[in-house]
């Protein structure tokens, strides 16, 4: 047989507790998996046997056995290996562990564990979190999952932190289902360009999710997984010890890093558990390109949706009257010119009102649940998002990309630095 077709239809053998690892780099490239014998999970969700699944470029799969099992794979794989060790049980333990806590909170009818995943940069802390949240809904539960990511924004589009009540395991293509997400829109892709809005929001949604928590006993029981970005010196790390606080966590995940870990030990209540984990030595690291595209993906998505679930967003044109756009930051002023009261970094949450301009061209507009252009806008969250594709300034008119026909749901709209390029 020659390489060529040897690569197109491969079967692998996995004994128990091995994972098959593989990539799908190149564009167009789809590759499919079939689960013959035995039992298998991608990131916790069960693979069900004879079905096929489709896997197009960017993929990077970890298919896990407890048990053993033939796997049949079609396709060109860029990367394909199965690994003997894995920290598949160390995670499976931190599970049982929190199961336990979740039983002690229903006998007592309190808040089920609070649980944040952190870590540096791509050393699987969205996966940890997702394999989590999967065997917490396997076993019955219905958790918050919460995603403080702004870079990659696994629950609505890069920019934003939101949560979601997850009542099913994540599907295999689309991730967790993105019924009535909560979202709050950051505007930038990185926490450091304004710390203290992001901190800001953070509070907000944890307020939220915490009366999300009093108001659904299930939930309130099978508590909350909280995903945060990989920033964690300096500031970063001073974010991470906010959203902790925030969130009252019980628990914190560190992954890879036991610096990370020491200092939280240091700095967190006393009851507080702190516990480390390995990475899992299969976690790709992603270029700054390869981030890029990702987010990119993950904006178009939103408007057009996946393959499998195409949407059809809306285009259509807005008066500048009928819309009020605000950005949220201010240029600082000299603090000589400080008006009375008013602290250095104040103007970072300064809620501006902006005329259409041809700098706001591909960005991202959110569309505030704000009944009034107070400062609330800042703390409010979204109904979602629109882009402006075209603007006439003869006219006084934008033209909006959106998912839902017009009229907008509210009029007052809040820039995003995040810019997309409809190619469509
Ligand atoms: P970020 O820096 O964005 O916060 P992260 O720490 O959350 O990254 P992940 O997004 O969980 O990292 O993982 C990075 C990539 O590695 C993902 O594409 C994921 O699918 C892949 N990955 C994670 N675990 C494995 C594994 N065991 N085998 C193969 N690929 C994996």
Redesign the pocket.
């Given at each position: 047989m020659g390489e060529d077709k040897k690569s197109l239809l491969q079967e692998y053998k996995l004994d128990q507790d091995n994972?098959l690892?593989?990539?799908v780099e190149s564009k167009g490239e789809k590759v499919y998996l079939t689960l013959k014998n035995g039992m298998a999970e991608i990131?916790g969700t069960e693979v069900v046997k004879g079905k096929t699944y489709e896997f197009t470029s960017?993929?990077?799969?970890?298919v896990?056995t407890w048990q053993g099992c033939t796997i049949e794979v079609k396709g060109k794989t860029d990367v394909i290996y199965t690994?003997k060790e894995?920290p598949m049980v160390l995670y499976s333990n931190c599970h049982a562990a929190l199961e336990i806590a979740r039983t002690e909170s229903e006998k007592e009818n309190k808040r089920g564990p609070i649980t944040m995943?952190v870590?540096?940069?791509?050393?699987?802390?969205?996966?940890?979190?997702?394999i989590l949240l999967n065997y917490a809904v396997r076993m019955g539960r219905r958790p918050i999952y919460v995603d403080l990511?702004v870079?990659?924004g696994c629950i609505s589009i890069p920019g934003t932190v939101g949560a979601l009540v997850v009542e099913r395991p994540a599907s295999l293509d689309e991730g967790f289902s993105q019924e009535a997400p909560l979202v709050y829109n950051f505007g930038h892709k990185n926490v450091d360009a304004n710390t203290k809005l992001y901190n800001m929001i953070v509070d907000q949604l944890a307020v939220t999710v915490k009366e999300r928590l009093e108001v659904n006993k299930k939930t309130r029981h099978s508590g909350v997984f909280i995903?945060?970005?990989?920033w964690i010196k300096g500031e970063g790390y001073k974010s991470i010890l906010n959203s902790g606080k925030a969130f009252e966590v019980d628990v914190i995940l560190v992954?890879d890093q036991e610096r990370l870990y020491n200092e939280l030990v240091r700095d967190m209540p006393n009851y507080v558990k702190i516990v480390f984990l390995q990475?899992?030595?299969?976690?790709?690291?992603?270029s700054k390109h390869v981030?890029s595209e990702a987010r990119d993906q993950r904006i178009r998505d939103y408007f057009y949706g996946t393959i499998k679930n195409q949407l059809y967003p809306h285009s259509f044109d807005v008066k500048w009257s009928e819309i009020k756009i605000f950005k949220i930051g201010a240029p600082p002023l000299p603090d000589s010119c400080l008006p009375h009261g008013m602290k250095p970094k104040d103007h970072l949450t300064k809620l501006v009102s902006l005329t259409p301009n041809p700098g706001i061209l591909h960005h991202l507009l959110a569309v505030s649940f704000a009944e009034k252009e107070d400062d609330d806008v800042i703390l409010s969250h979204v109904a979602g998002f629109v882009c402006v594709s075209n603007l006439d300034m003869d006219r006084q008119t934008i033209t909006l990309l959106s998912p839902q026909p017009k009229p907008l749901p509210n009029n007052i709209l809040v820039l995003s630095e995040i810019q997309f390029m409809d190619s469509h």
């Open positions: 994972e690892r593989f990539e990131f960017g993929a990077k799969v970890a896990y690994a894995t995943t870590g540096p940069s791509d050393v699987g802390k969205s996966t940890l979190t997702r990511d870079g990659q995903n945060t970005c990989g992954l990475k899992s030595g299969g976690v790709v690291e992603r981030r």
